[in-house]
C-alpha cells in the first residue's frame, strides 16, 4: 500500500523538481560553491537511496558515504528538491542560532494543512518569540513541579495498573501521552471523549506522511477528515471553556494560558478559537510520537542491555523502598534518579526520535568557505552528530554510563537548539522518568517476538514492540 503512495508521490515529485534539477546543474560549483555533493538521478535525485537506507536498521551508510566523500557538508536533492545536509555539530548549531535571521523553519506542505496555519510550528517572528515562551511557561520545572507532576504520576500509574500479558509497547506508550498532553492542555482526565479524539488524532498523523494531494491518496483525505473532527471537537471545549471563563471560573492549564494571551495582532484582542485550536492541535503532534516512541525504544535498548536494566532497577527499588507510606513520586524522587536520566540521554542519543530539521536559507549564506543560495533547503542532522565516533566514543553502542561522566555535551541536541528548542524538554524528561519508575518498579517483561528498529517515515519499532509482562512480587503495588 505505501509503496503504491510512493508511485504518485513520485509522480508529483517529477513535475515538481524538473525545473529545481536543472536549476542547480546550471548554478552548482564554482560560480556559488555549493557544498559539493551528488543530485543523483534526474528528477528523483537521492530520494529512493534515502527512503531504502532509513528502512533499515542501519540508515548510516546513506550519510556516511557522502560525508567520507564529500566532507561534513554535503549537497544532494531529496524529496524533491536540492537539500544541503549538514553533519557537524557546529554548523548546525549555526544554523539553529539563526533561526529568523538567516534561516527559517520548513516544513512539508501535508503538515502545514494538516497541523494548521496557526500552529506555533508556523510562526514567525515576535509572535513565535511570545508564544513559544509561553509554551515553554507552561511547562518548565517550576509548573511541572508544582503542577504536573502529580498528574503525570497518577495518569501512567493508572494505565500501568491495566496492564497484564502481551501488550504492544509502542501503542500502550501512544495512550499514555496522548492522556498526558490533553489533561496538560486543557485539564480533562482520560475518558470516552479523549479515547475517541485520539482515534481521530490518529488518523490526522498517518497523512503527515502521505501525498498531500487529496485527489491521490486516501490517507490524506481521511487524515484531513479527521483533522475537522478533531478541530471541532476541541473547538466545543474552547467555547465551554470561554463560558465558564467568564461566569469567573479559572483553570490552571494552557487553554488559560492561551486566553489570557494577547493574542496575534495585539491589542489585548486574543485569540480567536480558531487560532487556539491551531495552536492546541500542534502540541498534541509535537508530543505525541515523541516522547511515546522514547518511552518505548528506551525499554527496547535497556531489554538488550540488561547490565543497564539491573542498574536501573536498583535505582528505582531504592526510591521505592523509602517511599513506605506513600505511592506518589514527588519532586526529590524525580531529582533522585541519575542513572535514570542516563539512560534518558543515551537513548535520545542512539535512537533520534527525531532525525534532524529542516531549514530554508533566507538570504545566500557562507559557511566553511561554501555558498548556500536564498531558499536552498537545509537539513541539520542531528543523528549524524550523535552517531558520530569524533563526537562520541564508541558512538554506535548503547551505553548510558557515558553520561556519567560528561553531563554537558555541546554536541548533543535530541531538542534542537536556538528559538525553536523544543519547549517540551522538561516535560518529555519527566514522563520518561515517572513511566520508567513504575515500570521496572512493577513488571518484569520479555520481548514476544523479534523486532527491529526502522527511521522511514519516523523512528520506530517495526512490530509496536510487543512484550510479555509479569507483575514483580517483591516490590510494593504502586497503584
Ligand atoms: C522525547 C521527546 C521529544 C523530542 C525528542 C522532541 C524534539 C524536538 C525537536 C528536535 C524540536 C525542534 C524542531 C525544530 O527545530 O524545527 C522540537 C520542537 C517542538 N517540540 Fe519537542 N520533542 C519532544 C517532546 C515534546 C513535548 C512533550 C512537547 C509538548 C509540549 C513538545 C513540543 C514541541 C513544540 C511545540 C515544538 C516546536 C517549537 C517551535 O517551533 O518553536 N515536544 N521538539
Known sequence: MMDYYYYYFFLTLLSLSTVTFFLFRTT?????????????????????????????????PFIDS????????????????????????????????????????????????????HSLLFMRGPLHRRMH?????????TIIKDHLLVDIDRLV????????????????AKKITFELTLKQLLSIDPCEWTENLRKMYMRVIEGFFSIPIPIFSVTYRRALQARRRVAEALSLVVKERRKEREMGMKKNDMLAALFDSDGGGGGGVGFSDDEIVDFLVSLLVAGYDTTSTTMTLAVKFLTDTPVALAHLKEEHDEIRTKKVASVTLEWEDYKSMPFTQCVINETLRVSNIIGGVFRRAMTDVDIKGYTIPRGSKVFTSLRAVHLDQDNFKDARVFNPWRWQKTSDST?????????????????????????????VTRFSWEPAEEDKLVFFPTTRTQKRYPIILQHRSNVAETM
Open 133 to 141: 515562551s509561553l509554551t515553554m511557561s507552561f511547562a518548565n520545572s
Open 66 to 117: 557522502r560525508v567520507a566523500r564529500y566532507g561534513s557538508l554535503f549537497t544532494t536533492h531529496v524529496f524533491g528538491e536540492r537539500t544541503v545536509f549538514c553533519t557537524d555539530p557546529e554548523t548546525n548549531r549555526f544554523i539553529l542560532q539563526n533561526e529568523g535571521r538567516l534561516f527559517e523553519s520548513s516544513y512539508p506542505g501535508s503538515i502545514f494543512n494538516l497541523v494548521g496555519k
Open 157 to 172: 500509574r493508572l494505565n500501568l495498573h491495566s496492564w497484564t500479558g502481551r501488550i504492544l509497547l509502542l501503542e500502550e
Open 28 to 60: 552548482t560549483g564554482r560560480k556559488n560553491r555549493l557544498p559539493p555533493g551528488n543530485v543523483g538521478l534526474p528528477l528523483i535525485g537521492e530520494t529512493l537511496q534515502l527512503i531504502s537506507a532509513y528502512k533499515t536498521e542501519n540508515p548510516e
Open 411 to 439: 554536541n548533543f541536541m535530541p531538542f534542537g537548539g536556538g528559538p525553536r528548542r523544543c519547549p517540551g524538554y522538561e516535560l518529555a524528561r519527566v514522563a520518561l522518568s515517572v513511566f520508567l519508575h513504575h515500570l
